[in-house]
């Protein structure tokens, strides 16, 4: 584990990074001895930071949750950030580009929770039952490291590569689709770049948030009812520019669509 001051010099460096915004080198490259609980470290002091300014933290997002994310980025285990309200952007509206590098978008099933969830090893039952909706999603990811290319540890310390996220298309209960096996199309003006099932998130998307709550649970901690999260793009991430036009089709719920500003 780093220390206290190690863990405050690399927030300082990531908040920079992300608020000018440009890139850098992987964490790891300059501390090599760096763990993924310095990388959540790292989260939780950006989160302080990000508190003090005003900004509201509303919910959490599981990546790298897909076989399709985890071979384009080379990553093996999923990894969980922050959802900041200042960072939604509506179905149909534009998204800013003034404060990303080489963004990418991904489509996503978000759930919407309407009781706390706690506990080591929740039954997707019960991550249903405590699920007021899930609905189709679209996630900007922006790396901060130079060409898009991290480890995990790197990754985590930078929010999971957060920048943006629109939800929109139809919201649905959870017990009205199946989410195994919901039909995902991506289309970037007008072609298809990608398509999965639901299920391509490690079968079922729910079971991101049974991970995001065991680790929650690891840490003392519960995901509090009203939650939004982002279950993890089910197919590779798609590079994006100025004046792109997205749209992600959902069988049965929907589509949404955002131009890249
Ligand atoms: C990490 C974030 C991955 C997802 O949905 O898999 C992610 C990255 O690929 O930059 O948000
Ligand atoms: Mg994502």
Same mark, same amino acid.
């Given at each position: 584990?780093?220390?206290?001051?190690?863990?405050?010099?690399?927030?300082?460096?990531?908040a920079d990074a992300q608020a000018t915004p440009h890139t850098?080198?992987?964490?790891?490259?300059?501390?090599?001895?760096?763990?993924?609980e310095d990388g959540y470290a790292v989260q939780d002091a950006l989160l302080a930071?990000?508190?003090?300014?005003?900004?509201?933290? &509303?919910g959490l997002k599981a990546g790298l949750t897909s076989k399709a994310k985890m071979d384009q980025m080379g990553v093996t285990e999923p990894s969980f950030g922050m959802l900041m309200g200042d960072t939604i952007d509506p179905d149909g509206g534009v998204v800013p580009t003034d404060k990303l590098i080489h963004p990418r978008v991904e489509a996503e099933i978000a759930f919407v929770t309407k009781a706390d969830l706690s506990g080591p090893d929740l039954?997707?039952?019960?991550i249903l039952a405590a699920t007021d909706f &899930?609905?189709?999603?679209?996630?900007?990811?922006?790396?901060?490291?130079?060409?898009?290319?991290?480890?995990?540890?790197?990754v985590i310390a930078d929010n999971g590569s957060s920048a943006r996220f629109v939800m929109g298309g139809q919201?649905?209960?959870?017990?009205?689709?199946?989410?195994r096996t919901v039909g995902i199309v991506l289309e970037k003006n007008g072609e298809i770049v990608g398509?999965?099932?639901?299920?391509?998130?490690?079968?079922?998307?729910?079971?991101?948030?049974?991970?995001?709550?065991?680790?929650?649970?690891?840490r003392g901690r519960v995901l509090p009812a009203g939650s939004i999260v982002l279950t993890g793009g089910a197919t590779e991430a798609v590079a994006v520019s100025t004046g792109d036009a997205i749209v992600a089709r959902y069988q049965d719920m929907g589509a949404l669509s955002v131009r890249i500003g």
């Open positions: 584990m780093l220390d206290a001051l190690a863990i405050e010099k690399l927030t300082d460096i990531v850098i080198a992987k964490l790891t490259d300059s501390y090599p001895e760096m763990t993924i930071r990000w508190e003090s300014q005003g900004r509201v933290l &509303v039954s997707i039952d019960d &899930v609905q189709p999603a679209i996630e900007i990811i922006d790396s901060r490291f130079e060409k898009f290319k991290f480890d995990l540890v790197s919201p649905r209960r959870p017990q009205d689709v199946d989410l398509t999965a099932s639901s299920g391509a998130v490690l079968g079922h998307p729910a079971r991101s948030i049974q991970m995001l709550v065991a680790w929650l649970h690891g």
